[in-house]
């Protein structure tokens, strides 16, 4: 299933002269009644949906406060057990026990507004810190703090990914993205092919790089040899893709920030598939794909949760008990959803089963 660049280049020449891709064969409404969402290929022919109840005793939501202030902003799940999170206004690499609540912070330097964490190959926690303009690791064990800098100016860290040679890639929102090799400590910058916006990213589980370009509302597809990325537009103009994951298949799955959807681009076939979220004013954040393949957003228009299941094609939305908990990213492990809320200072645990 791997998507080549002539395929990509072609994708990109059809979407220049059309709006709409010609996806899969086009389904007749579902019915709403039961929270089926209407399936289509594009925004234009895609009705809105009723959102079903949420089934509690399958979903459960946990919050555990941190530090207050700390404007928490991406979390990534431990090998241990625990979470790690950026301390985004304090300029801290957060770590919480799940089991006591406990949380035990890590200082990456002055300066520091680390903004996205994930954890790599070797374990270790490494942080996108847009106020240093840097690459940070943090060693699990000794807390030794670990600085890549960036060269040239400061390219607003967004996320990171590691492909399937353990190099690490990233997006910078001024309109760049780049890699660094873990092994040797060379980084390098690259610019954008179409400017600002390049956001949320992801990797397929074959180790394949998209990222999506919220200014500029498209995705791409880095080509890991040549270091180039190739945008590829979705079907709504406009939509603003903030966030990207991938489901087991490598079919990229995109939040779109400005129309209210989520999308989908199967990257076999390079085919789209649209669908609006329930809600007067849905405004989709964050995009994760768990590991039964159903998919879950943060839904800031409504202050709440949203879990797809492409199968059924029905939404649930699980809204907050407080106002503006604007949780800006997710990520997870088997049974477990994690996201951030950034707007109460908590860590919110998703239990799925």
Not at 316 to 336: D, K, M, W
Request: glycine letters at 10%; a neutral charge; aromatic letters at 10%.
């Amino acid at each position: 299933m791997r998507l080549t660049r002539a395929v990509l280049i072609a994708v990109v020449a059809s979407a220049c002269s059309q709006t709409v891709f010609d996806g899969p064969p086009r389904w007749t409404t579902f019915p709403t009644a039961t929270g089926a969402a209407t399936a289509a290929t594009s925004a234009a022919s895609a009705a809105p949906s009723a959102a079903t109840t949420p089934d509690v005793s399958a979903v459960k939501l946990v919050e555990f406060p941190v530090g207050r202030g700390q404007g928490p902003h991406d979390v990534a799940p431990a090998p241990d057990g625990g979470v790690w999170y950026t301390a985004q206004r304090s300029g801290e690499l957060g770590y919480l026990d799940p089991k006591t609540g406990a949380t035990r912070m890590v200082k990456l330097g002055a300066g520091s507004a680390p903004h996205g964490v994930i954890v790599g190959p070797d374990g270790a926690p490494w942080v996108t810190d847009g106020g240093l303009n840097a690459i940070v690791r943090v060693d699990p064990t000794s807390k030794e703090v670990k600085v890549f800098a960036l060269p040239g100016p400061n390219v607003n860290l967004n996320t990171a990914a590691f492909d399937r040679f353990g190099i690490l890639w990233f997006t910078g929102q001024s309109g760049f993205f780049g890699h660094l090799d873990p092994k040797t400590g060379v980084l390098k910058v690259l610019q954008s092919p179409r400017g600002a916006g390049p956001y949320g990213m992801t990797s397929t589980p074959d180790g394949r790089i998209f990222y999506a370009s919220l200014a500029n509302s498209h995705i791409a597809w880095i080509d890991l040899k040549e270091d180039v990325a190739t945008p590829i537009d979705p079907p709504t103009r406009g939509q603003g893709a903030r966030r990207v994951w991938s489901d087991s298949k490598g079919q990229i799955w995109v939040s779109e920030w400005n129309a209210g959807q989520v999308g989908v681009f199967y990257a076999d076939t390079a085919q789209w598939r649209e669908w609006k979220i329930p809600g007067a004013n849905p405004m989709p954040y964050a995009v994760y794909v768990d590991d039964q393949d159903i998919v879950w957003l943060t839904d800031f228009g409504a202050n709440a949760i949203v879990r797809f299941d492409p199968r059924a094609e029905t939404f649930t939305s699980y809204p907050h008990a407080q106002p503006n908990a604007a949780v800006r990213q997710l990520l997870g492990r088997p049974g477990e959803v994690w996201g951030a809320m950034s707007g109460q200072d908590k860590l919110l645990l998703i239990r799925t089963r």
